[in-house]
């Protein structure tokens, strides 16, 4: 039980470059959620998925799309990359979307020059 | 929106001591964890909290929900325990989208 995982763990981009990043669970949860950390501070939601074929927007959701592409897989697509994108971004999922533990993963740290 | 606040923001502790971490927010909330993120930068579970008091070990947690704070209690603290600890919450009646708090950095010394 590999709980939550994301690809890659580390990837440099030049200004607007694309990239996906891939995430997935094997939980068998409901809910999936894309976060991203900058220096210092704590984590921001970008979009989540309450469930399979639902996506919405979180607090920070410009420049970014995502993808649930099944119940197990949840992917974070940045189409035109830019500095401000450099952060580390997380992946979680938890059973619901409402008052539910969310586990997550080990984080992709993303660089963009 | 609402806000998380954390206190204090950095934290040096001789190992074996003893201290506590308070989460602040300012409205009804229906989830409420405790992080620890290592120096690795891994986030760990370490309590789903949204009421009431839970122990792990060395570890306990608090909450308050009508007074709208929460406690994390370390004892006996250990080099291991060192990183940043950040609260979330979601507010109530709504979708489990996680508001951190700035988190409190704790380092140990032997």
């Known amino acids: 039980n590999a709980g939550v995982t994301q690809t890659p763990k580390f990837q440099v981009l030049k200004t607007g470059q694309s990239m996906t990043l891939q995430c997935a669970q094997d939980?068998?949860?409901?809910?999936m959620y894309w976060y991203r950390q900058d220096p210092g501070m704590g984590l921001r939601l970008i979009y989540y998925?309450?469930?399979?074929?639902?996506?919405d927007k979180g607090e920070v959701p410009n420049g970014y799309n995502v993808s649930r592409l099944n119940k197990r897989e949840f992917s974070l697509r940045l189409e035109s990359a830019a500095p401000s994108q450099t952060s580390v971004y997380f992946c979680?999922?938890?059973?619901?979307?409402?008052?539910?533990?969310?586990?997550f993963g080990p984080g992709t740290r993303l660089l963009v020059l | 929106g609402i806000q998380v606040e954390q206190s204090p923001p950095d934290l040096i502790l001789q190992e074996g001591a003893n201290s506590t971490l308070r989460c602040n927010f300012s409205?009804?909330?229906?989830?409420l964890q405790w992080f620890h993120q290592n120096p690795w930068g891994q986030l760990i579970n370490l309590f789903y909290?949204?009421?009431g008091t839970k122990q792990n070990g060395r570890l306990s947690a608090t909450t308050v929900a009508t007074e709208r704070y929460s406690l994390l209690y370390i004892s006996s603290s250990q080099t291991t325990d060192s990183g940043v600890y950040f609260c979330?919450?979601?507010?109530?009646?709504?979708?489990?989208?996680?508001?951190f708090g700035a988190g409190t950095r704790l380092a140990v010394h032997p």
């Open positions: 979680a999922s938890s059973v619901g979307n409402a008052r539910e533990t969310q586990y």
């Open positions: 939980m068998n949860h409901n809910s």
């Open positions: 998925s309450a469930s399979e074929g639902t996506t």
């Open positions: 409205d009804s909330v229906n989830n």
């Open positions: 909290i949204p009421s």
């Open positions: 979330a919450v979601a507010l109530s009646g709504g979708y489990n989208k996680l508001i």
